[in-house]
Nanobody, 121 residues
Framework: QVHLVESGGGLVQAGGPLRLSCAAS????????MGWYRQAPGKQRELVAT???????SYASSVKGRFTISRDNAKNTVYVQMNSLKPEDTAIYYC???????????????WGQGAQVTVSS
C-alpha cells in the first residue's frame, strides 16, 4: 500500500504565501515524477507543477514565477511554495506521484486526498 498525505492548506489573504507538503509512505521502491494539480469549483482539474526525480521542474503558465515546486527524495516528500497568491488560486490542491511500489511490475499513479487553499481578496 502507498499513501500520499498532504498538509499546509488553509485560508490566506491575496498577496500572501502558503506552502503545501505531501509525503509519500508505504511500500515504495521508487518514485518518478511528483507534482501538484488543483481543481476549482465548477472547473476541471488542472496541472500546477511537476518535478522529476532528478529535479527538473515544469509549471502551468498561470503560476510560473509565483509558485516553486521542490522535493526531498530522502523523505519522499514534495513541496510547493506559493507566493503572491490570488483569489483565482482558490482550489483543492491534489498531490500526485508516479510510484513503483514493492512487488509491482511497473509505475502507477497515486493521488493525495486534497488540501483546500482559499485566497481572500
Amino acid at each position: 500500500q502507498v499513501h500520499l498525505v498532504e498538509s499546509g492548506g488553509g485560508l490566506v489573504q491575496a498577496g500572501g504565501p502558503l506552502r503545501l507538503s505531501c509525503a509519500a509512505s508505504g511500500s515504495i521502491f521508487s518514485i518518478n515524477v511528483m507534482g501538484w494539480y488543483r481543481q476549482a469549483p465548477g472547473k476541471q482539474r488542472e496541472l500546477v507543477a511537476t518535478i522529476t526525480s532528478s529535479g527538473r521542474t515544469s509549471y502551468a503558465s498561470s503560476v510560473k514565477g509565483r509558485f516553486t515546486i521542490s522535493r526531498d527524495n530522502a523523505k519522499n516528500t514534495v513541496y510547493v511554495q506559493m507566493n503572491s497568491l490570488k483569489p483565482e488560486d482558490t482550489a483543492i490542491y491534489y498531490c500526485y506521484a508516479v510510484i513503483w511500489s514493492t512487488g509491482s511490475v511497473s509505475y502507477s499513479n497515486y493521488w493525495g486526498q486534497g488540501a483546500q487553499v482559499t485566497v481572500s481578496s
